[in-house]
């Protein structure tokens, strides 16, 4: 199946797997060899700085000429990418220039004419921006309504499934109609969480709800093969040693034999503590790809320092663990081909 990609350096494949964080607002050397000499697969924006990390995003004018810059330094259509939920988790917002946006809960409660129009708002800017993949919508079910991750911050559409099924297909179209691509989140469910995976191990073993898993098995009934997210949540009830993001179990059998999903598997960002504290880079990764992940989102914002090397010890160790046989080619090309096939389906 994949003997055309038997000529491409298998450093380069491994790279496009690659959706990173960044420090600056400006094209520069660090973004250079990233889209350059490594050829990564994408990058993903911020508007604030963590620690040694500069923000990404100050203004429109800034973003617009920024996005340029990596796309025409880049061989292959890099994923541009996003946390756009709205409100409060909005990366571009009236801070820095751009149009205010309702959040998940608000939404939740529009008809579908208005919520067709504000989340139509919301991605025309993005595609504006020279945005093409954005995370969102969240499908997580309120289970808990103290959930420390979403609630805060209106995350959710409802406690209601019926209601977060409809908003979020509502959420897909809007997008979809101006040439965003969505990422559902965070399955299998983040809803019934007490604890925040960005940080620490998050069980969900005594307080998950079957029913958190309908809007995924029903969007996906109902065509939906874009991408989904994996979250950084244990179930030992599904898989007694390892979480969603780094489980063959919820990955593959789950995800995408039994509910059959067959579009781009992205990981929750794989520096959070709910893995970090507990996994080395080197276990993550591998569990990730093995376990049947396509893209590996490592924001490079969440430690105590800006790794400046770590597209590069990403790359070394994944190719490393390939030829050794820890982790099989067909692994790799697999996720190669399922990022082309969706690259391919952007406005170029």
Do not use: C
């Not at 350096?9 to 964080?21: S, T």
């Amino acid at each position: 199946m994949f003997e055309s990609y038997a000529a491409i350096p298998l450093e380069e494949k491994i790279a496009q797997m690659l959706v990173v964080g960044f420090s600056g607002g400006e094209f520069n050397e660090e973004l250079r060899r990233y889209a350059q000499d490594y050829k990564v697969g994408g990058f993903i924006f911020f508007d604030i700085a963590f620690g040694e990390k500069a923000p990404n995003i100050t203004g429109p004018e800034q973003l617009k000429k920024l996005v340029s810059d990596i796309n025409y330094a880049s061989d292959i259509l890099p994923f541009i990418s996003i946390d756009q939920e709205g409100g409060f988790v909005a990366r571009l917002n009236t801070r820095n220039g751009f149009p205010a946006t309702p959040t998940h809960r608000a939404l939740g409660t529009l008809d579908d004419a208005n919520f067709g129009w504000e989340v139509g708002k919301l991605s025309t800017t993005l595609l504006g921006m020279g945005f093409n993949l954005n995370y969102a919508p969240v499908v997580d079910v309120l289970v808990n309504p103290d959930n420390p991750v979403l609630a805060p911050k209106e995350r959710t559409f409802s406690e209601d499934v019926d209601r977060v099924v409809s908003a979020a297909a509502l959420y897909i179209e809007a997008a979809a109609s101006v040439g965003i691509t969505s990422v559902l989140k965070h399955f299998p469910g983040h809803g019934s969480s007490q604890v925040d995976s960005h940080l620490g191990f998050t069980d969900i073993t005594d307080t998950y709800q079957d029913y958190e898993l309908v809007p995924f098995q029903t969007l996906i009934n109902e065509g939906f093969q874009g991408a989904v997210m994996i979250a950084h949540v244990f179930n030992r009830h599904v898989d007694p040693t390892y979480p969603a993001s780094l489980s063959s179990i919820f990955i593959t059998d789950l995800l995408k034999n039994t509910l059959g999903f067959e579009g781009l598997v992205i990981s929750d960002d794989l520096g959070m503590r709910a893995l970090a504290d507990h996994w080395t880079t080197e276990q993550i990764l591998v569990k990730a790809i093995n376990a049947g992940t396509h893209v590996l989102v490592y924001s490079n914002n969440l430690g105590d320092f800006y790794d400046v090397d770590y597209v590069r010890n990403a790359i070394a160790i994944i190719k490393r663990n390939v030829e050794s046989g820890v982790i099989p080619l067909a692994r790799i090309d697999e996720a190669y081909s399922m990022i082309l096939r969706v690259k391919e389906s952007m406005p170029q």
